[in-house]
């Protein structure tokens, strides 16, 4: 084995320095330094590379296309995600937080895959045991094989003798290369091993699916660096207080990253949830404080409600919270409705949720987030309707694609009054109003004299 040397190199300019600073010695910059595996003859400095040989570029139509059929674990909340089902030889990252039910979904598609395929669990977290209780608990122990490893060289040689068609390595942060003397699960070791197994992936036309854990700033596997590196990455999400689970792709090489997955955490593992609206809780829909917004996510349209609280504050900086939705784009919605509709949240502190643990990242959720939290501030109940349109600075509306689709959905849950921005179609059998503006949405969603 060819001796190895490490180095570590500053994040922000670059620098390369052979022993560990708090602080880069070039750009000054604090906690920058990253351990790095320097390989024989290979880069020197930054921009400094010896050629060994140079190659010749191939024509791309000569390039040999491989077009394998995607592997579709034949979980279609789990395939949708990924685009039609995993891509052979790509390395997919699944992110969430602890016991979100990351282990569960990986073992589940492994569990399916192995009917037809050689499957491969790497478990750095649990013992083969707990690994198998699992298994059973959602019915596919069995046809699994299992290793128990850290070490990445014996993990990457382990691929290359089984070959499966598909492994998943539970978790990235656990493995460790003895090339570097960094802890496993810091910047440098992560990297190393994705960057390690991104290339066995490769070269051996092996699908990994990466387990990752997310840092409390939302960052997948901590530095961001492995985002880059992998084909795919999945966020699994869903509150502490609920079943629900939504998974979605926040980055997608071979599909698109607006497609989301609902699962339901059952003692059986993970069931599929096929109509997502069912999210939509049953409860006081249209009271005070609570509106439901149409999301189209992917090819689905998708109702959730909006629930906001507007309380006086006692601090100097009153406090916005939001769950779910866009923190910038909530302080945006309240500057404008204090702005352009007399609604005084200005020492207020204010709370908006998306409930059932799903995020909206759609704008056309604007309209809804802010009819919410007048209905709070003024404690008026709006009754049921469904909402949405886009808000811009200057308190107008603007039209959102899919209109029929949403006021659609809407009707197949029973909500058959909608408030839409000017100038979209009406569908028969709902009874739609609209509006040019935020003022002219709110006074027809809480008419003065109303209580
Ligand atoms: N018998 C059971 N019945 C119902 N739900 C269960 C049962 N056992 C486990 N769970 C659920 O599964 C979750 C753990 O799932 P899993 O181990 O897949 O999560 P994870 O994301 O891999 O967690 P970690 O970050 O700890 O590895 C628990 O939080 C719990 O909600
Ligand atoms: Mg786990
Ligand atoms: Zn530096």
């Excluded at 493995?175 to 994705?194: K, M």
């Excluded at 609280?309 to 309240?334: H, K, Q």
């Amino acid at each position: 084995m060819l001796a190895t040397r490490t180095r570590y190199v500053c994040q922000e300019c670059g620098g390369a320095q052979s022993k560990w600073h708090g602080r880069c010695p070039s750009c000054e910059a604090w906690g920058s330094l990253v351990e790095e595996v320097v390989k024989a003859g290979g880069t020197r400095g930054r921009g400094e590379v010896t050629v060994p040989g140079a190659r010749r570029p191939v024509a791309l139509a000569e390039v040999e296309a491989t077009r394998h059929d995607r592997l579709a674990t034949g979980i279609n909340e789990f395939d949708r995600v990924l685009g039609g089902g995993l891509v052979p030889g790509s390395i997919v990252l699944v992110g969430g937080d602890p016991g979100v039910g990351k282990s569960t979904l990986t073992t589940m598609a492994l569990a399916r895959l192995a009917h037809h395929h050689g499957v491969l669990m790497v478990c750095g977290e649990e013992s083969p045991a707990q690994v198998r209780m699992r298994a059973e608990r959602i019915g596919g122990a069995g046809r699994i094989g299992v290793v128990a490893e850290t070490d990445l060289d014996i993990v990457c040689a382990t691929l290359i003798a089984e070959r499966p068609a598909v492994a998943v390595i539970d978790s990235v942060q656990t493995l460790w290369s003895s090339e570097l003397s960094s802890a496993p699960g810091s910047v440098a070791q992560v990297r190393e091993a994705a960057g390690r197994l991104m290339r066995v992936a490769k070269e051996h036309a092996i699908t990994i699916i990466l387990v990752g854990h997310v840092t409390k700033d939302g960052a997948v596997a901590g530095p961001r660096v492995l985002e880059h590196l992998v084909d795919a990455v999945l966020v699994f999400e869903g509150e502490r207080t609920s079943e629900l689970r939504v998974l979605r792709a926040t980055k997608n090489r071979f599909g698109s990253t607006s497609e989301i997955g609902v699962f339901e955490m059952t003692g059986a593992g993970l069931g599929q949830v096929s109509d997502p609206s069912a999210l939509l809780g049953r409860g006081d829909l249209g009271g005070p404080g609570s509106v439901v917004a149409c999301s189209v996510e992917g090819s689905r349209p998708l109702l959730l409600e909006v629930q906001a609280l507007v309380a006086p504050s006692e601090l100097a900086m009153p406090r916005r919270l939001a769950t779910g939705f866009d923190r910038n784009r909530l302080a945006m919605i309240l500057a404008v409705l204090s702005r352009h509709a007399g609604i005084p949240v200005a020492s207020a502190d204010v709370f908006v949720n998306v409930a059932g643990g799903v995020s909206i990242e759609e704008p056309a959720a604007d309209l809804a987030v802010a009819i919410a939290i007048a209905s709070a501030a003024r404690g008026a109940p709006t009754g049921p309707l469904v909402v949405f349109g886009e808000l811009g600075l200057t308190g107008r509306l603007r039209i959102v694609a899919q209109a029929e689709r949403r006021l659609r959905e809407a009707q197949r849950l029973g909500l058959t009054h909608a408030i839409a921005p000017a100038g979209t179609a009406a569908v028969s059998g709902t009874s739609l109003r609209t509006a040019a503006t935020i003022a002219d949405a709110l006074a027809i969603a809480l008419p003065a004299g109303a209580p």
